[in-house]
């Protein structure tokens, strides 16, 4: 049995003064369901993002969010945001950046075990299939998780719970809709009078681009992409910031820091996750036969060498 997720309408929304073109109905409004059919399980037959179901790999994952949880705290994501905001690592392109994750599997996912290319390549191709107009969505699949390039040794190989995982918001209270949040108890933050109340450091409705999130591999691409003066619209990055951000588009917390355009970015994150999420398969994709379309929208969208 499959499910056909049905997603709500967004009226027709503008970027950089050029209209995002979808499947539009006589009404002119963009449907945004795309015609996806989500399984039922993932790569190992549980439902997705399960993170109670036993399993071998579960453990681990639990593992993973306990040290994330204890160590993701405010002033260490400004420390990481300074380091890492210089772009001295590297310069290489982007499919350069895409090879070098053959490398690594997120420890952090109980839904898949392959390496990370074939994740950005399913998810890409899903996207192109169902809005094959939309070529920035599908370059945007194909680099959301470039982040995780932290985890080479170039980059100063750092642990996965750095890198990879769900994200939230540091300088307020942490939403009890966060994947483990018992394990914040144990993060000093968690008692910080500062830090510990809805608001924070924050006000209603200042918007996410004034809000500090932990740090990994979204953060970080998000980053790279912007300082590299991408030509990709806003809500590609938004996307690209926002993607692994569930308390928020999937739980709906944190939205009484969000403004009005955030809330309309948030349409294409929910539309974006659908592909991300469900798309995670071990089908294979022909790396050499996709490679030149990805190509061609690397090069409309970047320079041909990023710094890193």
């Not at 639990?62 to 001295?88: A, M, W």
């Not at 209270?173 to 933050?189: G, L, M, R």
């Not at 926002?242 to 294409?268: K, Q, V």
Request: aromatic share 14%; net charge negative; with cysteine.
């Amino acid at each position: 049995m499959t499910v056909i997720v049905q997603e709500p309408l967004l009226e027709g929304y503008v970027v950089n003064q050029t209209q995002i073109v979808g499947d539009l109905s006589e009404s002119g409004t963009l449907q945004l369901d795309g015609g996806f059919a989500t399984p039922d399980s993932n790569a190992f037959g549980h439902a997705f993002r399960d993170f109670e179901k036993e399993s071998d790999r579960q453990a681990g994952v639990q593992e993973f969010y306990r040290i994330n949880h204890i160590n993701q705290t405010y002033e260490y994501v400004l420390s990481k945001r300074e380091h890492y905001g210089k772009l001295d690592k590297a310069v290489m392109s982007i499919w350069e950046c895409c090879e070098l994750l053959n490398e690594f599997v997120d420890e952090s996912d109980p839904d898949l075990d392959e390496p990370q290319i074939e994740h950005l390549l399913q998810t890409a191709e899903a996207i192109r299939k169902d809005y094959p107009n939309e070529d920035w969505l599908h370059l945007t699949g194909l680099i959301h998780d470039l982040g995780k390039v932290l985890l080479h040794p170039s980059f100063g190989e750092e642990p996965q719970w750095a890198v990879v995982g769900d994200t939230y918001p540091l300088g307020c209270a942490f939403d009890e809709s966060i994947v483990h949040h018992e394990f914040f108890k144990e993060n000093p933050d968690f008692y910080n009078p500062k830090y510990n109340t809805k608001y924070g450091l924050y006000s209603k409705n200042c918007g996410l681009d004034n809000v500090i999130i932990s740090w990994g591999h979204d953060e970080y691409m998000h980053m790279v992409a912007k300082m590299n003066k991408t030509t990709l619209p806003p809500v590609a990055l938004f996307i690209i910031r926002f993607h692994s951000f569930y308390a928020l588009h999937r739980a709906g917390a944190y939205t009484h820091l969000m403004n009005d355009e955030d809330h309309e970015m948030l349409e294409w994150v929910k539309i974006f996750n659908k592909y991300d999420l469900y798309s995670k398969s071990k089908v294979r994709v022909d790396v050499e036969e996709v490679k030149p379309y990805y190509q061609s929208l690397i090069d409309k969208y970047f320079p041909s060498k990023l710094r890193w």
